[in-house]
C-alpha cells in the first residue's frame, strides 16, 4: 500500500531555535499516525542531525535534507553529498524542487542523477515537478511534467521507481495562497498515474506515492488528500505554524 505522507519543507526559514521549538510544539500534539502514514521535516542542512535526535525514535516521524549534489564527491565548496546525508542517517532527500530548477538552473538531466544517487544510498527521492503558469495558461501541463518524469525518472527499473515519492507542485501555486483546486489537483495526479501506469504498469504505479505541494493549508489539507490520487502534500508556509502543521499532518487519511 502506497504511503500517505506530510512533508515539510522549512526552505530557508527558522534559526535553530526557532525550528527545534516548531518540531516540540509538532510533537508535543501526539498526533496518531497509522503504519502507512509518515511525516517528514525537510530542513535546512545544519538542523539535519540534531532534529533527526529531537525526534528520537518515532517510527513515523524522518528528516529530509533539501537537496544534495549531483557529484559523489569533490571540490564543489559549500555543496552536500548524498554519501554525507546518508553517513548521518537521513533517509529522505528532496530533489528537483522548482526553487532549485529556477535560481539553481537544475536540468532534467541533473535531477536523474541526484536521483540516481540517492537511490544508491537507500534514501527515498521527494521528487518534484510541475509547471508554470504561462504552461497552464496554455492548457499544455500534462506534457511538460511527463517530459519532467520522463527525463528524470523513466531511466528507473521497476524496483527503484517504486522507491521514489514524486511531489507535484505546480509553480503558480507556490507561495502565492493561489492552491491549485482539488480537482485540478486530482486531474494532475490522475494524469501523473497514468503515465507511471503507461511505463511500469497499474499495480506499480498504484504503489508510488505522489503529494500535492503550492499553498497547502491547515483550511484545504482535508480536501486535497481525500482526493483518490493525492497522498499527501509537500508543504511550505504553513509548515512554518505548529498548529498548521499538526492540522495538515491530521488531515492524512
Ligand atoms: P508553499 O506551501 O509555501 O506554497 O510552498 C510549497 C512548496 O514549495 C513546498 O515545497
Same mark, same amino acid.
Given at each position: 500500500?502506497?504511503?500517505?505522507?506530510?512533508?515539510?519543507?522549512?526552505?530557508?526559514?527558522?534559526?535553530?531555535?526557532?525550528?527545534?521549538?516548531?518540531?516540540?510544539?509538532?510533537?508535543?500534539?501526539?498526533?496518531?499516525?497509522?503504519?502507512?502514514?509518515?511525516?517528514?521535516?525537510?530542513?535546512?542542512?545544519? +538542523?539535519?542531525?540534531?532534529?533527526?535526535?529531537?525526534?528520537?525514535?518515532?517510527?513515523?516521524?524522518?528528516?529530509?535534507?533539501?537537496?544534495?549534489?549531483?557529484?559523489?564527491?569533490?571540490?564543489?565548496?559549500?555543496?552536500?553529498?548524498?554519501?554525507?546525508?546518508?553517513?548521518?542517517?537521513?533517509?529522505?532527500?528532496?530533489?528537483?524542487?522548482?526553487?532549485?530548477?529556477?535560481?539553481?538552473?537544475?536540468?532534467?538531466?541533473?535531477?536523474?542523477?541526484?536521483?540516481?544517487?540517492?537511490?544508491?544510498?537507500?534514501?527515498?527521492?521527494?521528487?518534484?515537478?510541475?509547471?508554470?503558469?504561462?504552461?497552464?495558461?496554455?492548457?499544455?501541463?500534462?506534457?511538460?511534467?511527463?517530459?519532467?518524469?520522463?527525463?528524470?525518472?523513466?531511466?528507473?527499473?521497476?524496483?527503484?521507481?517504486?522507491?521514489?515519492?514524486?511531489? +507535484?507542485?505546480?509553480?503558480?501555486?507556490?507561495?502565492?495562497?493561489?492552491?491549485?483546486?482539488?480537482?485540478?489537483?486530482?486531474?494532475?495526479?490522475?494524469?501523473?498515474?497514468?503515465?507511471?501506469?503507461?511505463? +511500469?504498469?497499474?499495480?506499480?504505479?498504484?504503489?508510488?506515492?505522489?503529494? +500535492?505541494?503550492?499553498?497547502?493549508?491547515?483550511?484545504?489539507?482535508?480536501?486535497?488528500?481525500?482526493?483518490?490520487?493525492?497522498?499527501?502534500?509537500?508543504?511550505?508556509?504553513?509548515?512554518?505554524?505548529?498548529?498548521?502543521?499538526?492540522?495538515?499532518?491530521?488531515?492524512?487519511?
Amino acid at each position: 500500500m502506497r504511503k500517505k505522507i506530510a512533508a515539510a519543507n522549512w526552505k530557508m526559514n527558522k534559526t535553530f531555535q526557532e525550528g527545534t521549538n516548531l518540531i516540540n510544539e509538532i510533537l508535543g500534539a501526539d498526533i496518531h499516525l497509522d503504519n502507512n502514514q509518515q511525516v517528514v521535516f525537510s530542513v535546512p542542512f545544519p +538542523y539535519l542531525m540534531p532534529i533527526q535526535e529531537q525526534i528520537g525514535g518515532r517510527s513515523n516521524f524522518f528528516v529530509a535534507a533539501q537537496n544534495c549534489h549531483h557529484k559523489t564527491s569533490g571540490a564543489f565548496t559549500g555543496e552536500t553529498s548524498v554519501d554525507m546525508i546518508a553517513s548521518m542517517g537521513v533517509q529522505f532527500c528532496v530533489v528537483g524542487h522548482s526553487e532549485r530548477r529556477e535560481y539553481f538552473a537544475e536540468s532534467n538531466a541533473t535531477i536523474a542523477e541526484k536521483v540516481n544517487l540517492c537511490l544508491s544510498k537507500n534514501i527515498t527521492p521527494i521528487f518534484c515537478c510541475g509547471e508554470p503558469l504561462a504552461i497552464r495558461e496554455d492548457e499544455i501541463q500534462n506534457d511538460f511534467v511527463a517530459v519532467q518524469l520522463d527525463e528524470s525518472l523513466f531511466h528507473l527499473d521497476q524496483d527503484a521507481i517504486q522507491k521514489v515519492v514524486i511531489a +507535484y507542485e505546480p509553480i503558480w501555486a507556490i507561495g502565492t495562497g493561489k492552491t491549485a483546486s482539488a480537482d485540478q489537483a486530482q486531474e494532475m495526479h490522475a494524469h501523473l498515474r497514468s503515465v507511471l501506469a503507461s511505463k +511500469y504498469g497499474k499495480d506499480i504505479a498504484n504503489n508510488i506515492s505522489i503529494l +500535492y505541494g503550492g499553498s497547502v493549508k491547515g483550511s484545504n489539507a482535508n480536501e486535497l488528500f481525500s482526493q483518490p490520487d493525492v497522498d499527501g502534500g509537500l508543504v511550505g508556509g504553513a509548515s512554518l505554524v505548529a498548529s498548521e502543521f499538526i492540522q495538515i499532518i491530521t488531515a492524512l487519511k
